[in-house]
């Protein structure tokens, strides 16, 4: 299994509204991270988790919550996001730490709009 | 801080052709990684090629090889042989070896290659 698999594919969501998005790998990667992207611009960095431990936050909202309860898995919790925040919100993995020149497996994404 | 700047919003190639797309970054570490990301329409975003700082050589993958000038801090991307499968967004993108930054990788704004049949 060489993939990092993201659901939902698509999200819409209201301002008072609390969801979820979700990563999964199985590829034994230690490094997990949560990117945003607006159409046609790079991806943001948000958070890096390193051995299951947030090693980075780009000072991101609170209304954005990382959670990663395995190494396999990585959670995104949103909480009263605004329409600013809607973009691809993409998850990669890499193996080992993240301070490794090792490369980033990307997941497909998840759409999220915020009406 | 490091930055890392593509100065070809839009490039172009005729099938079958050469192209060589431009990277140059800004950093004071002596250590790093440079990559190279492709990001196709609506599909996953995927490695290309890497480049570790301390090799001199260029990195080659099959029809896709850098050009990597450590003192001009350059990192040009070059593309033999295009295939239209390489139409896509391809982003530079740079990891540095420091521990304050460790993990984290800069993204430049990126190009679009468009390949005419």
């Known amino acids: 299994d060489t993939e990092v698999t993201q659901t939902p594919k698509h999200l819409v969501m209201g301002m008072t509204n609390k969801k979820s998005l979700k990563c999964e790998q199985h590829m034994g990667h230690r490094a997990m991270y949560w990117y945003k992207q607006k159409a046609k611009k790079p991806p943001e960095l948000m958070f890096v988790y390193s051995y299951e431990k947030l090693s980075i936050n780009e000072s991101v909202p609170s209304r954005f919550s990382p959670e990663c309860p395995n190494s396999s898995l990585l959670n995104l919790h949103l909480h009263a996001l605004q329409p600013e925040d809607s973009a691809l919100y993409l998850c990669?993995?890499?193996?080992?730490?993240?301070?490794?020149?090792?490369?980033?497996?990307f997941g497909p994404g998840t759409r999220l709009t915020v009406l | 801080a490091q930055t890392v700047t593509q100065s070809q919003p839009e490039m172009s190639v005729q099938e079958a052709e050469t192209v060589t797309l431009s990277c140059t970054y800004d950093?004071?570490?002596?250590?790093?990684?440079l990559f190279w990301y492709k990001q196709p329409p609506s599909r996953q975003m995927i490695l290309v090629i890497r480049?570790?700082?301390?090799?001199?050589q260029n990195a080659t993958e099959n029809r896709f090889s850098v050009n990597f000038q450590k003192a001009a801090k350059s990192f040009s991307l070059k593309i033999s042989d295009s295939q239209l499968g390489d139409a896509a967004m391809y982003f530079c993108?740079?990891?540095?070896?420091?521990?304050?930054?460790?993990?984290?990788?800069?993204f430049g704004d990126g190009t679009t290659l468009t390949v005419k049949p």
């Open positions: 950093t004071s570490e002596s250590d790093y990684y």
């Open positions: 993108a740079y990891k540095g070896r420091g521990h304050t930054n460790a993990g984290k990788s800069t």
């Open positions: 480049q570790e700082a301390y090799k001199q």
């Open positions: 990669a993995s890499s193996l080992g730490s993240a301070r490794k020149n090792n490369e980033q497996f």
